[in-house]
């Protein structure tokens, strides 16, 4: 926090990959991090870096804060949702599962080989730091307020996120409704794939890209919207999207320096 006052005052344009700018409420974050916010003032002035939803906001900022890695899987496989109208705001699940280095770089018991090899298991059940982050930014575009359950676990790979979503729907629309509507929220978005119907996502086809893979379902008998997400953590789950955030404030093409695998 305070290196990043520091460079603001001094004129440095910033992407912060900490969680620090990412609540605009300061108390929610001193809630969940368990630490005081030493920076309020610049809460006002960070943009949330999610370049598929706030681009425009994006090239005139000078603070982004860089999306946490689960949050940017989640966000974008429900913002066509929301921004949309189509699915329950108070009744969304989401189950997600990360490999070991979205477990953070600190040494502990859980990620030593032993441990989280051969084994899958489910971890922050009481409350994962990144729900508060996904339902601020879920509720903006909803314009209300919207509740996520969220589980995440912890499965004995190197990176990669796989997010399986289940909304509700207020709509009887059918799966090709809704690839569509998919396809038209994203159509200028270089870095997210729509994928045809009966297809959904794997890890290994976003390992080491900047890519999020989108896959979707109509469950119509319980008029619910499965929707499968994966992204690398690594990468547009962190570092690539930072890139990506500083290429749109700079004026480059989104798209430099993360095309290769």
């Not at 676990?153 to 009887?172: D, E, F, M, S, W």
């Amino acid at each position: 926090m305070g290196i990043v006052g520091s460079l603001y005052i001094n004129g440095k344009r910033i992407v912060d990959l900490s969680a620090d700018f990412r609540l605009k409420d300061y108390l929610t974050y001193e809630k969940w991090y368990e630490t005081r916010h030493r920076e309020k003032d610049l809460l006002k002035e960070a943009v949330y870096g999610l370049p598929e939803l706030n681009k425009d906001k994006i090239k005139k900022a000078r603070l982004i804060a860089n999306p946490g890695c689960y949050s940017t899987a989640v966000i974008l496989a429900l913002a066509p949702l929301l921004k949309n109208n189509l699915v329950k705001e108070d009744d969304i699940i989401v189950d997600a599962k990360s490999g070991v280095s979205g477990a953070g770089r600190n040494l502990s018991l859980k990620t030593h080989f032993p441990e989280i090899n051969e084994n899958f298991y489910a971890y922050e059940v009481e409350g994962h730091r990144h729900i508060p982050e996904m339902e601020q930014e879920l509720s903006i575009l909803a314009q209300k307020k919207v509740k996520i359950t969220f589980i995440p676990h912890l499965i004995p790979v190197n990176r990669g996120i796989l997010a399986t979503c289940y909304a509700l729907l207020k709509q009887p629309l059918t799966t090709d409704n809704f690839l569509q509507i998919y396809k038209d929220f994203y159509k200028k978005e270089p870095f997210i794939d729509i994928l045809d119907k009966g297809q959904f996502p794997q890890i290994k086809e976003v390992t080491n890209s900047n890519r999020c893979r989108l896959g979707l379902m109509v469950d119509k008998e319980k008029r619910r919207l499965l929707i499968i997400s994966a992204v690398d953590n690594l990468v547009k789950g962190a570092a690539g999207q930072a890139v990506q955030n500083m290429n749109i404030m700079c004026g480059y093409d989104e798209k430099m320096g993360l095309e290769g695998e």
